[in-house]
């Protein structure tokens, strides 16, 4: 009996989907907010400067496609709808820290190379 998905299938899958949440800006800053408790499409909108609530829609139900969150939806009157990461999506919380540090890396290097630029030039 042949197996429904191939190890090399499920690998290149995984890769599809981080290949896509990491190339797009929106689904990091996304995650980034629910990871800081933020997780209310109302309340992201208006924490991201440019991010319009198309933009975050279509990203999020990407996202829950994909099983790296899951929406839960409240009967109330407004209605309200949260989002949290699944098991497969926690995975993603060590991805956003390693951007973050080379988020941080980056920063002190450029930052370090104008304290120097500005030293050498106040040297001449």
Same mark, same amino acid.
Request: aromatic share 8%.
């Given at each position: 009996?042949?197996?429904?998905?191939?190890?090399?299938?499920?690998?290149?899958?995984?890769?599809?989907?981080? /290949?896509d949440?990491?190339?797009?800006?929106?689904?990091?800053?996304? #995650?980034?907010?629910?990871?800081?408790?933020?997780?209310? *499409?109302?309340?992201?909108?208006?924490?991201?400067d440019?991010?319009?609530?198309?933009?975050?829609?279509?990203? #999020?139900?990407?996202?829950?496609?994909?099983?790296?969150?899951?929406?839960?939806?409240? *009967?109330?009157? *407004? *209605?309200?709808?949260?989002?949290?990461?699944?098991? &497969?999506?926690?995975? &993603?919380?060590?991805?956003? !820290?390693?951007?973050?540090?080379?988020? /941080?890396?980056?920063?002190? !290097?450029?930052?370090?190379?104008?304290?120097?630029?500005?030293?050498?030039?106040?040297?001449?």
């Open positions: 009996m042949a197996k429904l998905h191939s190890e090399k299938t499920i690998n290149s899958e995984v890769f599809r989907i981080v /290949e949440i990491i190339g797009c800006k929106w689904s990091i800053q996304t #995650l980034q907010l629910i990871k800081n408790g933020v997780n209310r *499409p109302g309340a992201m909108v208006r924490s991201v440019g991010l319009t609530t198309n933009v975050l829609n279509e990203r #999020l139900s990407k996202m829950v496609r994909y099983k790296i969150l899951e929406k839960n939806s409240y *009967p109330e009157i *407004p *209605p309200r709808v949260e989002y949290k990461f699944t098991e &497969f999506g926690k995975g &993603f919380l060590s991805l956003l !820290d390693q951007i973050n540090k080379l988020k /941080e890396f980056y920063e002190s !290097d450029i930052i370090g190379r104008k304290i120097s630029n500005l030293t050498q030039s106040v040297k001449k």
